[in-house]
């Protein structure tokens, strides 16, 4: 039996990606909440098509304190959550050129400094990580933190929690218009009338037009399209290949399974919100980009796609009250980080919606610095 749609709730959330998802499994135990999402499935879009992985100092030193926060849901979530964890193992390389050697110095000395694990390596530790790494590709800093991420188990794992504790979930279920009507929104969503206390837009990329759809300002997220290929490669690289990402963000990679890597041109294209694949020209670009680091023969491009990243001007995540319509919620902007940093943007943003603090390390994160009052 399919449960009835309800026509009110108190938190109406809308996409059901990892930012929806995680923060209807926060809030539910404490009030009545909806998720709806547009697409036939949740998380279609970015989360669907993420690469994702745990590495303490992506998306910058703001972003941190979200991922250290992060890590202990992710690695030993509870068990009525997941029966495991979430992380795997795998080292992280952020790698430089010869002539690149201040800018992986800066990087290691501004981390070091904010009690990150990171070593500075030369020429020969390089070379011993990355098997036919190029010569002059000398200058790297190594983190043994980092692993990959379960992207699946995490977000059924979120959506299930989030069912669990009652709230609903809807599917092909767009958000087509929103007003405010005394102290409550009166929303159309897939042909449906519903009543919310509070809209939350967890939209992604398209959090912009969700906001112009509920008559607030935009606050200026763009999407960016990224494209991940896969390829099978003419010599055994390792499948325990660390992550390798360029000092100057051209290009990342990594072992998928013996003799496969994942790679990316790290781009990161403006485009409207939409239904993304990838450009034959960003493939070309990134196995142009992989062969000039290392000297690996490509033997097939086995897969290809694209997603969806976006981002606020500054490139941090934003979530909390529109600082003019304080019963419209920001949780936007999350980036590639974003499910990496989901634990701790849902368990603050849901103590601002009606639930307990946090405590542990997500409790210790001020969430002042990523409130959307800060474009006011």
Excluded at 278 to 302: F, L
Aim: glycine share 10%; charged share 20%; with cysteine.
């Amino acid at each position: 039996m399919i449960d009835a749609q309800p026509s009110a709730t108190d938190v109406l959330i809308v996409g059901a990606g990892i930012a929806g998802a995680s923060l209807a499994a926060a809030l539910a135990p404490w009030r009545r909440v909806m998720l709806i999402e547009a697409e036939d499935t949740p998380g279609y879009h970015a989360t669907g098509r993420s690469a994702a992985f745990w590495h303490e100092t992506y998306g910058g030193p703001r972003v941190q304190p979200l991922s250290v926060a992060s890590f202990d849901t992710l690695a030993r979530p509870s068990r009525a959550f997941s029966e495991r964890g979430f992380l795997s193992p795998r080292a992280a390389l952020t790698l430089g050129h010869r002539s690149e050697a201040a800018a992986v110095d800066a990087f290691t000395a501004e981390f070091i400094a904010k009690g990150v694990e990171v070593v500075r390596m030369g020429a020969a530790e390089v070379a011993g990580k990355i098997p036919g790494v190029r010569t002059e590709w000398s200058e790297a800093a190594y983190e043994a933190a980092c692993s990959d991420i379960d992207v699946g188990a995490l977000h059924a794992a979120y959506l299930r929690s989030a069912k669990r504790a009652g709230a609903f979930i809807a599917t092909r279920a767009p958000l087509e218009s929103a007003r405010r009507i005394g102290a409550m929104w009166d929303v159309r969503a897939g042909g449906q009338a519903i009543s919310a206390a509070l809209i939350v837009n967890a939209a992604g990329a398209w959090a912009d037009r969700v906001a112009a759809a509920c008559g607030v300002a935009p606050i200026g997220i763009q999407p960016y399209r990224r494209t991940v290929i896969q390829l099978r490669l003419g010599i055994p690289v390792p499948a325990e290949l660390p992550l390798v990402i360029h000092i100057g963000g051209r290009f990342y990679f990594k072992g998928e399974s013996e003799g496969r890597v994942w790679l990316s041109p790290h781009d990161e294209t403006p485009v409207d919100p939409h239904d993304v694949v990838p450009e034959e020209i960003d493939v070309a670009i990134a196995i142009e980009r992989m062969q000039a680091v290392v000297d690996w023969p490509v033997a097939a491009v086995e897969r290809k796609w694209a997603g969806l990243r976006s981002f606020a001007s500054d490139r941090i995540p934003v979530f909390g009250a529109d600082p003019h319509v304080p019963d419209f919620i920001w949780c936007a902007g999350q980036g590639g980080f974003g499910i990496q940093t989901a634990p701790a943007v849902a368990g603050l943003l849901a103590a601002q919606l009606g639930a307990p603090p946090p405590g542990g390390a997500i409790g210790s994160v001020d969430p002042a610095p990523f409130a959307p009052s800060r474009f006011t």
